[in-house]
């Protein structure tokens, strides 16, 4: 076996920077801008999102999810 040869998957942040910058993203082939999920939940577990007329909830799980119910 050789010692240099390391199977262990890396982490999906591994190698990045602290200060690198957010993932692109893209809808329908455009761009769209990327909002860190601290930035909408301002140290919160839960925030509240009004949208057409309706109340949506975004909710950070315990395990690092987010689920977003209406």
Do not use: C, F, W
């Not at 801008?33 to 315990?62: C, E, F, M, W």
Request: aromatic fraction near 2%; proline fraction near 13%.
């Amino acid at each position: 076996m050789n010692p240099n040869t390391d199977t262990t998957p890396a982490p999906a942040d591994a190698g990045a920077a602290p200060d690198a910058a957010p993932p692109q993203a893209l809808y329908e082939g455009q761009p769209v801008p990327v909002l860190p999920s601290a930035d909408l939940l301002r140290g919160q577990k839960v925030v509240a999102i009004h949208h057409n007329g309706s109340l949506y909830r975004l909710h950070a799980t315990r395990q690092g999810k987010l689920i977003l119910t209406k």
